[in-house]
C-alpha cells in the first residue's frame, strides 16, 4: 500500500478541486507506475513528480 500523499493546504474552490481531483486519481496512479516499474518507491516518486508538476503548471488556472 503506497503512502499516502497529504492534501496541500487550499485556499480556493479551484485549489480544492485540484486537491480533490489529485485524491480520486492517487491509488490508480500508484497502481500504474508500480506496474511499470516494479518498485513501490520508484512508483510514488513518479507520482508525487507528476503530480507535483501537474499542480506547479495548472494551480493558477
Do not use: G, W
Not at 497502481?31 to 501537474?54: C, F, G, N, P, Y
Amino acid at each position: 500500500m503506497p503512502a499516502k500523499i497529504l492534501p496541500l493546504m487550499s485556499s480556493s474552490p479551484a485549489e480544492s478541486a485540484l486537491d480533490a481531483f489529485l485524491a480520486s486519481v492517487e491509488a490508480r496512479a500508484y497502481r500504474s507506475a508500480l506496474l511499470t516499474t516494479k518498485k513501490s518507491a520508484d512508483a510514488l516518486d513518479i507520482v508525487q513528480e507528476a503530480m507535483l508538476h501537474l499542480v506547479q503548471s495548472y494551480r493558477a488556472r
